[in-house]
C-alpha cells in the first residue's frame, strides 16, 4: 500500500517542553486515520507538522514521499495545494459568501471567471450535500453543521489528496456530528481522498476510521483498527474506550 504520510520518531519541543514524544506512524492511500486523545495531547501538532508549518525537532515527516524538512517555498505551497484543512473552528471569512469561500483558492491564485468559480463552488458544495440556494449566503445565515459543511467543500476544492480534519464534530449536536461522521465516509467513496481525522469525539472515531491511533501526552499509546483499540489492554485505552464500548455493544461492533 501507497504511503500518503509517513512519520518517523517526531518528536517537538517548544518553549522547553517536549510537546511530542517518538511519534510514528503510517497514513496509507486512500485510509480514514484517526488521531484520538484529550486535549492538549498533540493531535493538531501532528497535523502542523503534516502541512510543514512547523518542523520536527528530531526525527522526519515525510508527505507524499517527501521530506517537509526539505522542501523550497516553491515546494511546500505545492504540497499545501494538495492537503484539504477542515480547521476546527470552520474558519470562514465572515465577509465572504458562500461560493466566495468555496472559491477563495480560485479566486485569490487563479484567473478564473468568477461563473465559472461560482460554478466550480457548486459542484464542491452538491458533494457535501448543499444545494444552489446557499451559494449568495453569508457564513453568518448558516447553522453549525452547514458551516462545517462548506468548510468541508472548501477544503476540497482543490481536488487534494489528503484531507486533515481537526476536530470537525467539535461544537455541533450528536445528530449534526453523525451527519458530518457520514459526509467524511461518503467523501472518500466519492472522491478517493485519504483522509486523517483527528478528534476527542470517540463514536466519531470508532464509527469511520479505518485505524485509529490514540495518543496521550504527546505520546502515542495504542494503534489498530477499531476492534484492536476496544480489545486494548492499555489502561489509559481502556478508559479512554468505556464510554463508547456500551453504546457499540448496541451496534454488535464491540467483541
Ligand atoms: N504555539 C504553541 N506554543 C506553545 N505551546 C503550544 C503551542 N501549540 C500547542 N502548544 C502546546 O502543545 C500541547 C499540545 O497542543 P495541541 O497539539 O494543540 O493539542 P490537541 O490538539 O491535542 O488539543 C499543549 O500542551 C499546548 O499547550
Ligand atoms: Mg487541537
Redesign the pocket.
Known sequence: MKEIVKVENLWKE??G?W??KDVSFEVYEGEIFSII??????????T?HIVGLWKPTRGKVFVFGKDISKLSPIELDDLRKNIGYVFQESALFDSLKVWENVGFYFLEHTKMSKEEVRRLALDKLRLVNLEEEVLDLMPSELSGGMRKRVSIARAIATDPKLIIY??PTSGLDPITSRVIDRLIVSLREKTKTTAIV?T?DMMSAFSISDRIMV?RK?EVVDMGTPEEILRSKDPFVKEFVSEVRELLVGQDKAP
Do not use: N, P, Q
Open positions: 517548544i518553549e517542553r510537546i511530542l486523545g484529550g486535549s492538549g495531547s498533540g493531535k493538531t501538532s501532528i502542523k481537526d476536530e483527528v476527542h495518543l504527546g
